[in-house]
């Protein structure tokens, strides 16, 4: 009695399809690696799987997060900034970007809108350490008749809306070919673009 009903309990076991020992065969491994369920797997496989892997993505989230801040250069205003854009997961790309005191102004504006609490204070300080240590000087030239609309919006700090019209006037009108084609746009800031003008290429 005591054999059978073991080797009932281990056929339960196989068939709910996530013991140990098979959640680890080859082919679930290829699946985590691959970063997807197969099909042949069974629904308890898919579901572990999908775990492990959420799992795994958010460890190297925090991993590479960590070491982003590390990174970051010594100075008045790190600590707020670490402090105040922690959680922000775009703030890698935004400062691989680099930007202008406008440009950082703008997504400093943006943090605010999405919820950031800080005094002005803090967030001055921030401004001040991201212009100083990620400045826009590195970044090239636009060519507003080739870039999209985040490159126009955060390289000349343009509201989204006007970027938006720049790529909708440049499709139905063809290539600008100097800053006064640009400064027709409808709705777009013509003292802005007359700024930036040394960072415009045609």
Known sequence: MRSSRSSSHQE??????CSRVKCWDPTFSEALTAGRSPKRLSASQ???GGFLVAVFRMTLFVLFSANLWAQLPEGPGREETERLCRSCHELERSVSR??????WQATLNKMVAFGTKGTDQEFALILDYLTKHFPAEEVPPVNVN?????????????????????????????????????????????????????????
Do not use: M, W
């Open 12 to 17: 339960g076991e196989r068939k709910r399809g």
């Open 146 to 202: 080739k870039a999209a609309a985040i490159e126009l919006e955060s390289r000349l700090s343009l509201r989204r809306s006007q970027a938006t019209a720049i790529i909708a006037y440049r499709t139905r009108n063809g290539k600008f070919k100097s800053i006064e084609d640009l400064k027709k746009v409808p709705g777009v800031d013509a003292e802005k673009i007359e700024a930036k003008k040394d960072r415009i290429v045609f």
């Open 46 to 48: 898919r579901l572990c």
């Open 98 to 103: 680099r930007q202008d005191r406008d440009g």
